[in-house]
């Protein structure tokens, strides 16, 4: 199978989304400074990560290439990864029992140029219990997760209500995605998953 994408992201979630709409992907992680600026906006994070992403990725390669980041906002605070226990159960016990922002850039670099947008979803959690998060941290789920969460996985529990895309809060818009990769020549729905060198 020939890929006819470049993923400049080591995220799993990100492969299974692009895999789901038959694209083929040549995965090829980037490591760029990922600290908000002073005074910057959420969106303007992401955004900004996200072309990072996709210019650095496209380096050496033929292929167009995707840069994605996702953040969760409470207040205009960007939430990322957590460090540790103690950041995660931080973040979730700020998170539990109000309504969040979940913001997702996509870059994609390409013939057509540099394509970008950024889709905000909103997500409400439950009340979450200090035992839970203990429980929850102890999966070793939320570990590498904006916001110290997976929605898709056993975070599923905790989530009352969501607005906007589900697959944005997972980590790829792919209505969106989609659109952008047809505009850089990327065929949809041709075997997807993983290229074999």
């Known amino acids: 199978m020939t890929a006819t994408l470049r993923l400049a992201s080591a995220s799993p979630r990100r492969r299974e989304l692009l895999a789901s709409i038959g694209v083929a992907v040549d995965v090829h992680p980037v490591d760029i400074d990922e600290t908000p600026h002073a005074d910057e906006a959420a969106q303007d994070y992401v955004q900004r990560l996200a072309r990072a992403k996709a210019l650095a990725g496209a380096e050496g390669s ?29 973040m979730l016990t700020a998170l539990a029992g109000t309504t969040h922002q979940v913001l997702t850039a996509v870059a994609v670099s390409g013939p057509a140029g540099l394509l970008e947008c950024c889709v905000a979803s909103r997500v409400t959690l439950r009340d979450i219990a200090p035992s839970e998060i203990d429980a929850y941290w102890a999966t070793g789920e939320p570990a590498d997760k904006a916001g110290g969460y997976a929605i898709q996985g056993l975070a599923a529990v905790f989530v009352a209500e969501m607005q906007g895309s589900h697959s944005a809060v997972v980590g790829l818009p792919l209505y969106e995605s989609a659109a952008l990769l047809i505009c850089q020549g990327v065929p949809l729905w041709s075997g997807g998953g993983v290229a074999v060198p």
């Open 62 to 90: 033929q292929l167009p290439t995707l840069g994605s980041d996702t953040a969760v906002v409470l207040d205009g605070q960007i939430f990322g990864k957590p460090r540790d226990r103690a950041h995660a159960a931080e």
